[in-house]
Every structure is written in structure tokens, then in C-alpha cells.
């Protein structure tokens, strides 16, 4: 069965770095990409930052030059690296293995996805 868990969000001020973290089992990576989303209320799921099976990275431009995905192999986890955060990052963030990197807003699903509980993220200005 495949799983996965998200962790390590929290509050922090602008401009300051979090690292969130996403177990996952039941499959190898190169069998699905994944895909950091992300929701802040009352607005639509957005890819934010995907890894595909062979390895390549993409992100939305929100978060370019900003958030890094990162793969440990031998622990099964895959990385999100936050830095210079503004408060418009402040979100419910999810890791999902998903059919198809998508980086953008307005995520909206496909059956095939398989999605970890979110951990919140909160960024004062």
C-alpha cells in the first residue's frame, strides 16, 4: 500500500527557512513523482514543487528560486526546503505521489493520486 506522511511545518517570521518532511512507503521513486501542494484557506490547491521519477524538478513560480525538493533514497523521505519565506507561503501543505507533475494553481486531482495528511505552515510578517 502506498503511503505517505507529512511533517515538520510550524510558525515562523518572514524571511526565516523551514524544512518539511514526507515519508513515504510502498513504492520506489521511480515509480511516481512527488509533489508538494499546497492550500492557504479559501483558496485553490497549488503544485508548488515536484519530483519526478528520473529525478528532474519543477516548481511553480511562487516558489522558484525559493523551495528545493530533495530525495534521501536510504530513508524513503522526500525534502521540502523553505527559505526566505513570505507571509503569501503560509498554507496546509501536502505530499501526494501523483501520475503527473503538475506546478501551478487550481490542482485538480486525478483518481490515481495517493495524498498524505497536510501539516500547516503559518509565516508572519
Known amino acids: 500500500e502506498v503511503q505517505l506522511q507529512a511533517s515538520g511545518g510550524g510558525s515562523v517570521q518572514a524571511g526565516e527557512s523551514l524544512r518539511l518532511s514526507c515519508a513515504v512507503s510502498?513504492?520506489?521513486?521511480?515509480?511516481?513523482?512527488i509533489e508538494w501542494f499546497r492550500q492557504a484557506p479559501g483558496k485553490e490547491r497549488e503544485g508548488a514543487a515536484c519530483?519526478?521519477?528520473?529525478?528532474?524538478?519543477y516548481y511553480s513560480d511562487s516558489v522558484k528560486g525559493r523551495f528545493t525538493v530533495s530525495l534521501d533514497n536510504v530513508k524513503n523521505m522526500v525534502y521540502l526546503q523553505m527559505n526566505s519565506l513570505k507571509p503569501e507561503d503560509t498554507a496546509v501543505y501536502y505530499c501526494?505521489?501523483?501520475?503527473?507533475?503538475?506546478?501551478?494553481?487550481?490542482?485538480?486531482?486525478?483518481?490515481?493520486?495517493?495524498w498524505g495528511q497536510g501539516t500547516l505552515v503559518t509565516v508572519s510578517s
Open positions: 501526494a505521489a501523483v501520475p503527473l507533475c503538475y506546478t501551478g494553481s487550481n490542482y485538480q486531482g486525478t483518481p490515481l493520486d495517493v
Open positions: 510502498g513504492f520506489t521513486f521511480d515509480e511516481y513523482n
Open positions: 519530483l519526478n521519477g528520473l529525478g528532474n524538478t
